[in-house]
């Protein structure tokens, strides 16, 4: 379907995060500077008219867990009145992390699926048993590191209480690396690598996000994270993304694929210098 342009592109955010993060706000004064009106929009803000826009950018949607199908509603409006960016079939496939169960993949980390809360305990036992570093356990459908945990020794008996209203979970092994060298993000725009960065948690800490205190230096990938990251994309059939964000982790020198971010990612645009100009080439090129 055809449209007028007007000039007008949303970034949609959330209460959580009302404004773009700090990292990628660029991008507004970027696409200021090149004619275009860019500004950041809750999602679930029901007095805006999406239809004025002639893109919706999902930004910083840091709560969507917390409102599925409100967003997942959301979605099918703004794909049908504007250009939603990432595509609406790309972002419906990639909310829920069970790419990760996909063993035709042999660069993802171990991922299991606990779908029913009574075995929740006793699956954990069992991996505690396996992965003796201990387990982390986070929900299908999240964001932000929100309902991630790590348990090594004993199933806490609160464990079923803490996820009865965030199942399925996954559980995956504890790497121990990711205290000290932390996990690199490979970001690509149109499918073409544009940057990378380390980011490691805070003392005491396995989330890596800045928000729980985490850090990011600038991050130059091997060729086999580059090769990796590509076949993640690759794997996902996101080769059409405008923006993707290929988590890896180093587990025996050898990187693994823990998360690949094609809804809400940081971009970390302000890690390199041409990183914002080639995200909005990337966007233009979808109006």
Request: glycine share 4%.
């Amino acid at each position: 379907m055809s449209r007028a342009n007007t000039g007008n592109i949303a970034f949609a955010t959330s209460r959580a995060e009302i404004y773009l993060p700090e990292h990628d706000r660029s991008i507004l004064d970027e696409l200021d500077n090149r004619g275009w009106k860019a500004v950041p929009v809750i999602w679930n803000d029901e007095t805006i008219d999406w239809a004025r826009f002639d893109a919706v950018v999902i930004k910083s949607t840091w709560d969507y867990q917390r409102h599925i199908e409100a967003f997942k509603s959301w979605l099918e409006h703004v794909d049908e009145c504007s250009q939603l960016i990432n595509p609406l079939e790309l972002i419906q496939r990639s909310m829920s992390k069970r790419y990760l169960y996909d063993k035709s993949n042999p660069f993802l980390i171990e991922s299991r699926p606990v779908t029913n809360l009574e075995s929740l305990p006793g699956r954990i036992d069992e991996a505690i048993q396996d992965w003796e570093q201990g387990v982390i356990i986070k929900p299908e459908l999240g964001a932000s590191a929100e309902g991630l945990r790590m348990v090594s020794r004993a199933v806490p008996t609160d464990i079923a209480e803490e996820y009865k209203d965030a199942l399925p979970v996954i559980l995956q092994p504890f790497i121990p690396s990711i205290r000290q060298d932390g996990e690199a993000s490979l970001i690509y725009f149109d499918n073409v690598f544009s940057h990378a960065v380390r980011k490691v948690p805070a003392e005491g800490d396995i989330r890596s996000q800045y928000f729980h205190g985490g850090s990011e230096e600038v991050y130059k990938p091997s060729d086999t994270e580059l090769d990796v990251s590509r076949e993640a994309i690759r794997h996902m059939d996101a080769e059409e993304a405008c923006y993707a964000r290929v988590d890896l982790i180093q587990l025996d020198s050898t990187p693994k694929i823990i998360e690949i971010e094609l809804v809400e990612p940081c971009l970390f645009l302000d890690m390199d210098k041409s990183a914002t100009a080639r995200f909005a080439d990337a966007i233009l090129s979808r109006i």
